[in-house]
């Protein structure tokens, strides 16, 4: 047994302590949901019409009367408007927001997809800088850090008058949450012991549906979009006024005993001990005390050992697991927009999509939780992604030809195997990276998603040309995908990996059950310099 797992055993296990910080950590995902949901509220376009008389418009993006020295907008076929816009009955209950403050519509309306590129920009590029963090200043330091700097572009946002300046604003705001987002997630996952990992990871993602549902709500009370922005930085300011203290959210016990930092795991292993009713200085004589074990390490680790990202070059195994599993994620992401695009109209109503996904989301969660730990996480990511892959695939066939029923049922289908594979994905890549990287790793694999989310605005942006070829290309590479998730190990019940070694021993494991601690070698074996002259002495 490793020295840092049989610490955090003597230190009670996961006793009452450990499991009330991590139900604790639900409750921040309420407010992350909130945050990642709003975007879609922003840029809601509502009904509009230029001059003041609907009825006569030739269309909504055509004034009433045009001189003819006025040039055509080429792009839409329309001509700039004189009048004034008029808008019908806000799309998300604001009466205000930045599209009709700005007049974000005809042609301006490639301002929409541009403002949601830069949120998931923001998003990306916080998963990508600040999951490094998590591994070299700490889980909790990110996470208060990041909080500090969501409350305070927050508030920026809600006074911002420029648009140029909200999208930097939003980007850098996006950033902060991720980093809040996944210090959270991870610092989550490891307070809990192998046979809670799951139930714990997906409880979080449930309240992170409950946020985004709670959204519409706080729109319609608050009607401006400014005042909204308030709000959402007010909740993050609460959230750094309670998980501030190091009492709500300690530092990860694990990441310090892996990094070579017992010292500062003592106090929190203590604490852990005595709500478990454990005595830190009785020893067993099978077994030492707590306290002895700390002793040990810390005269075995006199300096912090921090490693980078860049170290997975020199692994045989775990650089092909990110590389797979971020692949996942990449599709994941990208294809969702084609399944919301066969499934609702060409001009739906705001809530029919909105609470479509957040729904499925849910749905999917629980999947996860009833199969995800009977099944396996392979198999179930294989089995969602088998999912995706066909669903994807007889909507490009025969989506012309299908009737409206069978449309409907594969877009919810492939929507509810996308949204499972997101998460496990995650899940996943969480329980195979070692815990000196896994916040780096971990931000990889969710900024792939991020980028796989992006495609379906930035072909917004271009008309919608395209549109069908980004298609075809994700749903290729579902099936692709299936594939190489089979070269990937089994992390179901097993102790997450602490060093980059560790994370290379995980093998792949059979599919169906057969003697279940017994591994396999992966397929894509480590290249070892005397494998050929020890086969030969064996022969």
Request: aromatic share 8%; charged share 15%.
């Amino acid at each position: 047994m490793e020295p840092e797992v049989r610490v955090l055993r003597l230190a009670g296990g996961f006793g009452r302590a450990r499991c009330l910080l991590a139900a604790a950590s639900w409750l921040p995902c309420v407010v992350l949901g909130l945050a990642l949901g709003s975007e879609l509220l922003l840029t809601a376009l509502p009904a509009h019409h230029c001059g003041s008389d609907p009825a006569r418009a030739p269309s909504t993006c055509l004034p009433l009367s045009y001189p003819e020295s006025v040039p055509r907008a080429s792009s839409y076929d329309s001509r700039p408007c004189s009048r004034g816009w008029y808008y019908a009955q806000p799309a998300a209950d604001l009466l205000r927001s930045p599209v009709t403050q700005r007049n974000l519509v005809c042609e301006d309306d490639w301002k929409l997809p541009l403002e949601q590129v830069d949120h998931l920009l923001g998003w990306l590029l916080g998963c990508v800088l600040l999951g490094p963090g998590c591994d070299w200043f700490g889980r909790r330091a990110v996470f208060v850090g990041s909080l500090v700097l969501a409350t305070g572009l927050g508030a920026g946002e809600a006074l911002v008058a420029s648009f140029p300046t909200l999208l930097i604003l939003r980007l850098l705001r996006g950033g902060a949450l991720a980093g809040a987002s996944l210090a959270l997630y991870v610092a989550r996952l490891e307070l809990c012991d192998p046979p809670n990992r799951l139930v714990f990871s997906m409880g979080a993602g449930l309240f992170s549906v409950v946020g985004t549902l709670l959204l519409p709500g706080l729109a319609l009370l608050a009607q401006d979009w400014h005042l909204l922005q308030g709000l959402s930085a007010l909740t993050t300011g609460l959230l750094l006024l309670f998980w501030g203290f190091p009492a709500v959210f300690p530092e990860s016990p694990c990441w310090l005993l892996a990094t070579g930092q017992p010292a500062r795991a003592r106090r929190i292993l203590w604490h852990f001990a005595k709500a478990s009713g454990v005595d830190p200085e009785d020893s067993r004589e099978e077994e030492s005390s707590l306290a002895m074990e700390l002793d040990v390490l810390c005269a075995g680790c006199p300096q912090p050992r921090h490693h980078s990202v860049l170290e997975l070059r020199h692994t045989h195994v775990t650089w092909k697991n990110a590389l797979i599993l971020g692949f996942s994620s990449l599709i994941s992401g990208g294809i969702r927009a084609s399944f919301l695009h066969s499934l609702v109209p060409r001009d739906p109503s705001f809530y029919w999509p909105y609470f479509l996904v957040a729904g499925l989301e849910a749905a999917a969660t629980v999947f996860l939780l009833l199969t995800a730990d009977l099944w396996g996480r392979r198999s179930v990511l294989l089995l969602s992604t088998l999912i995706l892959g066909l669903a994807s695939l007889l909507l490009l066939a025969g989506a012309q030809y299908l009737p409206s029923w069978t449309v409907l049922f594969l877009s919810v289908l492939g929507l509810l195997a996308s949204q499972a594979v997101s998460a496990l994905s995650s899940l996943f890549s969480a329980e195979v990276f070692p815990t000196v990287i896994r916040g780096a790793g971990l931000g990889l694999v969710l900024g792939a998603g991020f980028l796989g989310q992006s495609a379906a605005p930035l072909t917004k942006m271009h008309g919608r040309h395209g549109f069908f070829l980004q298609h075809v290309v994700f749903a290729s590479f579902a099936l692709l995908a299936l594939l190489c998730i089979l070269l990937l190990p089994e992390s179901r019940g097993r102790a997450l990996p602490q060093s980059l070694q560790d994370a290379d021993r995980l093998r792949r494991s059979p599919l169906l059950r057969g003697r279940p601690h017994q591994d396999l070698l992966p397929l894509l074996p480590a290249s070892l310099p005397g494998a050929g002259t020890q086969l030969v002495q064996e022969g």
